[in-house]
T-cell receptor, first 113, second 116 residues
Framework: KNQVEQSPQSLIILEGKNCTLQ??????????LRWYKQDTGRGPVSLTI?????NTKSNGRYTATLDADTKQSSLHITASQLSDSASYIC????????????FGGGTRVLVKP | NAGVTQTPKFQVLKTGQSMTLQCAQD?????MYWYRQDPGMGLRLIYY???????DKGEVPNGYNVSRLNKREFSLRLESAAPSQTSVYFC???????????????FGNGTRLTVT
């Protein structure tokens, strides 16, 4: 069964600090991995996508990494801001067409001033 | 751009009542999806429509029906609501062709449904 596990479930960080979120998956055949940000009361919004051949990708202060061998991804937030307070969801696509999605339960991040 | 629009934003139903959740997208996307999100769980697929005129069951379809009214609109119906259907419901869309499965899902802002 395809599964995506995220850790930690939640974390609190001080404004300006860095943090790293983890995503482990058992999805086959792997197509791509995407990180979404979900603000409270809103729908998820895509941050970045990682394909099999990519090790790292940045989107502003967000940097995602992928280790396809160990089936792990991380999302690093640099110099956190209050607006980074949100849930971050890891979604792995499977299948030749990449149309079978498995969602992680998310990590809730709270940035405090 | 409106993107994906869901109505209503909030709804309270009594057990056994019926209702339809509406969803419309203005991005000319082929594929549309309905998910539910419960605390501590990942988003779970209820139904999807790969293209106008087709619908398929997802992971948790029981108790729901859908209609792909046209390319823009995809509705979700609860015929006889149960407390277990208390959840936040999200509609999403994306391009839908084989070449666009690397494209992201675009989500609406959800409908918060409580069944008492």
């Amino acid at each position: 069964k395809n599964q995506v596990e995220q850790s930690p479930q939640s974390l609190i960080i001080l404004e300006g600090k860095n943090c790293t979120l983890q995503c482990n998956y058992t999805v086959s055949p792997f197509s791509n991995l995407r990180w979404y940000k979900q603000d409270t009361g809103r729908g998820p919004v895509s941050l970045t996508i990682m394909t099999f051949s990519e090790n790292t990708k940045s989107n502003g202060r967000y940097t995602a990494t992928l280790d396809a061998d160990t089936k792990q991804s991380s999302l690093h937030i640099t110099a956190s801001q209050l607006s980074d307070s949100a849930s971050y969801i890891c979604v792995v696509s499977a299948g030749a067409a990449g149309n079978k999605l498995t969602f992680g339960g998310g990590t809730r991040v709270l940035v405090k001033p | 751009n409106a993107g994906v629009t869901q109505t209503p934003k909030f709804q309270v139903l009594k057990t056994g009542q019926s209702m339809t959740l509406q969803c419309a997208q203005d991005m000319n996307h082929n594929s549309m999806y309905w998910y539910r999100q419960d605390p501590g769980m990942g988003l779970r697929l209820i139904y999807y429509s790969a293209s106008e005129g087709t619908t398929d069951k997802g992971e948790v379809p029981n108790g729901y029906n859908v209609s792909r009214l046209n390319k823009r609109e995809f509705s979700l119906r609860l015929e006889s609501a149960a407390p277990s259907q208390t959840s936040v419901y999200f509609c999403a869309s994306r391009g839908g062709t084989a070449s666009s499965y690397n494209s992201p899902l675009h989500f609406g802002n959800g409908t918060r449904l409580t069944v008492t």
